[in-house]
């Protein structure tokens, strides 16, 4: 039986073009002709129930959203830091749209999950401008951030997993993204205060992850939330002057300047080169790449920068070969919900649902799991705070 669903058709064309997809990739992907998709949309014909369920699942939004009155307002997209030339930058992909409205709206959950709980959201109270140090601002926010604490030299994983932990704690939300390449986004910040937030990419290594994660909290820093391939060069550009500045500050963090200066694999004077085995073992000491290391050695005037150039186009190379390789295998779905939510967040959801303030249905839809995963996530959350942000 044929049963029509009454769904706004400016709704339909709204989600439509919010979710970046032209009428003939939409259309292939819910099995209709892009004929037939603009009838709907233009109010001639009504898709059935189960054709408006496919489409709300290719635009991935709530069946509701498509009996509104009216289209909501647009989305704006985030501050785009990819390019030396913003106007230049791609088009975002459909899948990295989705990962923008779902950190938006877990952050916006997050807000009124503590309003809900009558308690008040942690304050991340740091702050900088582009004409401070970047040096000094790096060394304050790992003081911050560790205070004292150091992470386990040498375990990039277990580096990663230190500053996870450390960010969520001084009250910022960290949630990663699992389908989307890395030369399209390695991280992505949202500066607004309660509650800032910073998207990573899980496929990107752990020492990247590392790294990007303290160059996101810099963009915080500044109030300059956006979207990141962390690029250096080309014209000096406002974009290329922030992203500069958040590289140092993420470098001086994760790699302080008095750490790497007494290091007995350090220069104890300017070079011109610097052998591979030395960059790499102080690589792992630092859970860092071996590029982040040279930067460092290059700001702290230890080698030449040339080298770094030169060695430069040698990582491209070697980042282009592994993005290339297979992704890793399966990773059960409850510990992949935490990794993709954060400990921070996901604490918080089941804090609510513990105190009877939403459902088992809301923990299911706030952490994208089926109902079957939610005691193996409690039981996760239960384990040591420092595992939650990598998946084994």
Partial sequence: ??????????????????????????????????????????????????????????????????????????????????????????????????VIRHARARREAALELFEELEERPPEFGLAANLSDDPEKVGARLRDVLAGRDEPVSGQARAVFNFWHTAVEGAGV???QAEHIDVGEMRGLSIS???????????KDAPSARSFSLLHELAHVLLNRGGLCVLEEGGPQTDVQRTEVFCNHVAGAALIPRDLLLGDPETPRRFVRDLPEEALTSLA???????????????????VA??????????????YQNLRQRPTAGFVPPHTMAVARAGGFFTRLVFEAY???????????????????????????????????GEPP
């Avoid at 292939?28 to 496919?54: N, S």
């Avoid at 607004?192 to 899980?202: D, G, K, T, Y």
Wanted: charged share 30%.
């Fill in 305 to 318: 920068r040339e080298f770094y150039e030169q060695k430069r186009q040698q990582y491209q190379r070697q």
């Fill in 354 to 388: 513990d105190s009877y303030r939403i459902t088992a249905s809301d923990v299911s839809e706030l952490l994208g799991v089926r109902l079957r995963h939610l005691e193996k996530i409690r039981v996760s959350l239960q384990q040591a705070r420092t595992d939650i």
């Fill in 192 to 202: 607004e205060r309660p509650l800032p937030a910073v998207v990573l990419n899980i």
């Fill in 173 to 175: 939300l960290v949630f």
């Fill in 1 to 98: 039986m044929r049963i029509e669903a009454f769904a706004n058709p400016s709704v339909l064309a709204w989600a439509r073009r919010m979710a970046g997809l032209e009428r003939e990739d939409a259309a292939r992907k819910a099995g209709v002709k892009p004929e037939r998709l603009g009838d709907w949309e233009k109010g001639r014909l009504r898709p059935t129930i189960t054709q408006l369920r496919k489409l709300a699942d290719i635009y991935k939004r709530p069946l509701a959203v498509f009996f509104l009155e009216k289209p909501p307002p647009d989305e704006a997209p985030p501050s785009d830091f990819r390019r030396f030339d913003p106007t230049a930058a791609e088009p975002l992909s459909p899948g990295l749209r989705v």
């Fill in 284 to 302: 792992h000491r630092y859970g860092a790449s071996p590029e982040a290391v040279l930067r460092r050695l290059v700001i702290l005037n230890r």
